[in-house]
């Protein structure tokens, strides 16, 4: 990726291709399609992979979402927090122990979906196609940390101005343009994920999480002997729907 104009393309204009398809279609979505704004679980088809493969998923990437986040909202605090070896070591250690977390988490969900085949039913393509990129991600993400270290700190200085001169409408790739291979890579994965968010499960992390702060828990309960399936919808009779049947 040495050509200017590439450089451009997927740095300087891919980011709000990703960015105007991510808000027009999720608003869309959300009007046209209100019940698909969810991440349609699966969990009922098979609970024991599915927990382990999500829990370590969720913890990974939302504790990686929020380093990246503040990051780019504040380097100068992360550039003075690195400042003491000890500080740094801590916070690119951790990084690196989360970024794990959440490859693991997705070798597992896809582990699950290609092994049980009522998972395997009703995953999309869109859905293989997704865990792909976020596999992706976490792979060059600790590839970089690995290869390329100290990352927080080249992060706060390189990648922060980068990503605040796209949201200012400002961009400026000339951060990014000398930065390696697989840092631009991860950078271009990131706007990608970002642009098929919205035809995927991953918009459920616009309201799902609010209402799991103050509902309470959910159990479901099945009554009927093992093997039973449930009765069609369209043979459940309420008993006003009997009485009117039988004449009462």
């Known amino acids: 990726m040495t050509s200017p104009l590439l450089n451009q393309l997927l740095l300087g204009v891919f980011p709000y291709v990703a960015l105007f398809t991510f808000f027009l279609g999720t608003i869309m979505r959300y009007r046209k399609a209100p019940f698909t704004y969810s991440s349609l679980s699966s969990q009922f088809l098979e609970n024991r992979q599915h927990f382990w493969?999500?829990?370590?998923?969720?913890?990974?990437?939302?504790?990686i979402l929020l380093g990246h986040?503040?990051?780019?909202?504040?380097?100068?605090?992360?550039?003075?927090?690195?400042?003491?070896?000890?500080?740094?070591?801590?916070?690119?250690?951790?990084?690196?122990?989360?970024?794990?977390?959440?490859?693991?988490?997705?070798?597992?969900?896809?582990?699950?979906?290609?092994?049980?085949?009522?998972?395997?039913?009703?995953?999309?393509?869109v859905d293989w196609v997704t865990l792909a990129l976020l596999l992706f991600q976490g792979v060059t993400g600790?590839?970089?940390?690995?290869?390329?270290?100290?990352?927080?700190?080249?992060?706060?200085?390189?990648?922060?101005?980068?990503?605040?001169?796209?949201?200012?409408?400002?961009?400026?790739?000339?951060?990014?343009?000398?930065?390696?291979?697989?840092?631009?890579?991860?950078v271009i994965n990131a706007w990608a994920i970002v642009l098929i968010t919205t035809f995927t499960r991953l918009v459920h992390f616009l309201v799902t999480p609010l209402p799991y702060v103050w509902r309470k828990p959910e159990v479901v309960r099945w009554y009927g002997k093992p093997g039973d399936s449930p009765a069609p919808m369209r043979n459940f009779r309420t008993p006003v729907s009997r009485a009117k049947a039988s004449g009462a």
Do not use: D
């Open 53 to 63: 493969g999500l829990v370590c998923f969720h913890y990974g990437i939302i504790v």
């Open 142 to 186: 600790i590839f970089i940390a690995v290869f390329y270290p100290w990352g927080s700190s080249w992060y706060a200085t390189s990648a922060a101005p980068y990503l605040v001169s796209i949201f200012k409408f400002q961009p400026n790739i000339s951060y990014l343009v000398n930065m390696p291979l697989a840092v631009k890579l991860h």
């Open 69 to 125: 986040l503040v990051g780019m909202l504040v380097p100068r605090y992360v550039l003075a927090w690195n400042r003491q070896p000890l500080r740094l070591y801590i916070l690119e250690i951790s990084a690196l122990v989360f970024g794990l977390l959440t490859v693991i988490g997705l070798l597992g969900i896809i582990e699950r979906r290609m092994t049980n085949s009522k998972a395997r039913i009703v995953t999309s393509p």
